[in-house]
């Protein structure tokens, strides 16, 4: 690991705050960031000082004034050479992601691949930035509408995936003509400081004008301020449902934009006409992968009276197979939980199952060892409930897996949900019907509807979001690059005279 922390220049002590290319001395508080595969102190970070902050915001600004009229092809191009240098940087920057947050190689692998994929995505938006031409009421005008950018855009990232989501954002933002300032999470900083001294060599390389990319470190502070910043327009927040309540009660207050991506609780449904061998790889995955801490986790599982001893029997089995341990070793599927916060959350959440009458089809638990020293080794486990019981309303970032039976498809429709979050939701079937019910506005009333896949797992090229308390925001594909600008409407008269819409007389 001290050679890829070296090769990302990720030294002993690190400045936590950074306009592009410069990196600024602060006067605030050092702060570490330990593994959660071992426990080890990986480095320590200077985090931003209010001070810092206002530099950081007032270097944006000149930035924006500069930036905005670069065309958007070109700015294109930069974002290509992002996309080319995170490629060479692709198992460094995945085996850190891996080792800071704990999740499985492969995973950590993915989530680089993930940001070049948005990189080649973004590089084919900067030449489509569409706006619509429409026929006009008026003899001799024309109408039509354009997209222009929005100036700063405030990005607050979560810690499950500590590159990705900002690449989302970050790389639409940028080709759109807007500039960012990035607030990760203070449990994963190094990530975000080595995506930041990638992204700074290539603006150096191309005279990218310092403060197009910024970033800033630390806790819930600096958060506030962007969000409290009226020359932030728009504040794009992963995290919590409770974190983005209180993030859009300040951005409201100012009448700024946000784009919220919130907490999820994810059902899978399994019907009596499921293939019950890819019902089986989906749910999983889902529930297991990244250890539970995937905002599209498989929560809840939904299963068919008739086939409900056949399939848990199956699960229980499958996770029976389940190797857990060092997620730097390929042959691992589960890794760790950020923190011990994350493991005491764990803990209570299977004390509520116990008093609320769960049945463990399999025990949870932390795991103990030399291998497991760090302390943030969990057991995945099965629960099984009668409905959706209190634990179950609420979402654990953990691998904890409530089962349930249904009786018909609008039962299991209803059982889905029946819960605040609405991110990403699945079924399992080969049965038209069921199906077509499940995508019709009858069936999921969540953001993401797979059919013969889980929950978890989305491409760039679909916008990716959910609704109720999940936020309502969208990123990554599709047209998801309208958040990161402003619609204008324009009309132009072209004629001798003036006529008024709606055939209004005015003579004067």
Not at 224 to 235: A, M
Not at 262 to 272: D, E, F, R, T
Not at 457 to 474: L, P, Q, S, W, Y
Request: glycine share 10%; proline share 3%.
């Amino acid at each position: 690991m001290k050679t890829i922390l070296s090769q990302l220049n990720i030294k002993a002590q690190n400045s936590g705050t950074s306009t592009g290319s410069n990196w600024l001395a602060s006067n605030a508080n050092l702060f570490a960031s330990y593994s959660p595969v071992d426990g080890k102190l990986i480095a320590d970070v200077k985090e931003s000082s209010l001070e810092n902050y206002e530099e950081v915001i007032k270097k944006s600004q000149e930035a924006y004034d500069v930036w905005k009229f670069w065309p958007a092809p070109k700015r294109g191009e930069i974002v290509k050479q992002i996309g080319q240098e995170l490629t060479a940087h692709k198992s460094m920057l995945g085996k850190l992601i891996a080792y800071e947050m704990g999740k499985s190689l492969q995973e950590g692998y993915g989530e680089v691949q993930e940001m070049i994929d948005i990189c080649d995505f973004a590089v084919g938006l900067s030449r489509q930035l569409h706006g619509l031409t429409m026929h006009s009421e008026r003899p001799e005008h024309r109408m039509y509408e354009q997209w222009h950018p929005l100036g700063i855009v405030g990005i607050i990232s979560s810690f499950n995936f500590p590159a990705a989501v900002w690449s989302w954002n970050t790389m639409l933002a940028w080709v759109c003509g807007n500039v960012c300032v990035w607030k990760p999470s203070e449990k994963t900083p190094l990530t975000a400081i080595a995506c930041q001294k990638i992204i700074g060599n290539v603006f150096a390389a191309n005279e990218v004008p310092e403060g197009v990319s910024c970033l800033i470190t630390g806790g819930r502070e600096l958060g506030e301020c962007l969000s409290k910043d009226t020359r932030v327009p728009l504040i794009s927040a992963t995290g919590s449902t409770r974190m983005g309540k209180e993030v859009a009660v300040k951005v409201a207050g100012r009448l700024g934009k946000t784009l919220l991506e919130l907490g999820g609780n994810n059902a899978v449904i399994v019907s009596k006409d499921a293939d019950l061998d890819i019902a089986i790889t989906g749910v999983v995955f889902g529930a297991v992968g990244t250890a539970g801490q995937r905002c599209t986790s498989v929560r809840r599982l939904i299963i068919h009276e008739s086939i409900y001893e056949k399939f848990t029997s199956r699960l229980i089995s499958a996770y029976a197979h389940l190797k857990i341990g060092d997620p730097l070793l390929e042959s691992n599927h589960v890794g760790t939980l950020i923190d011990q916060d994350a493991v005491k959350n764990y803990c209570n959440a299977l004390e509520a199952i116990e008093q609320q009458g769960g049945k463990f089809l399999v025990k949870g638990g932390v795991l103990e060892g030399k291998a497991y020293q760090s302390g943030c080794y969990v057991k995945p486990c099965i629960v099984a409930v009668s409905g959706n019981l209190p634990i179950v309303m609420h979402e654990t970032f953990a691998p904890i897996l409530y089962v349930m039976k249904y009786k018909t498809i609008q039962d299991a429709i209803s059982l889905q949900n029946a819960v605040p979050q609405g991110l990403s939701s699945a079924i399992m079937s080969l049965n038209l019907r069921e199906v077509e019910l499940f995508l019709s506005s009858k069936g999921s009333d969540c953001g993401i509807a797979n059919v013969n896949i889980g929950t978890s797992g989305a491409e760039i090229g679909g916008a990716f979001g959910g609704e109720k308390e999940t936020g309502g925001g969208r990123e990554s594909g599709s047209d998801a690059w309208k958040a990161y600008m402003r619609r204008q409407t324009c009309t132009i008269n072209y004629g001798e005279k003036l006529p008024l819409a709606q055939g209004i007389n005015f003579n004067i």
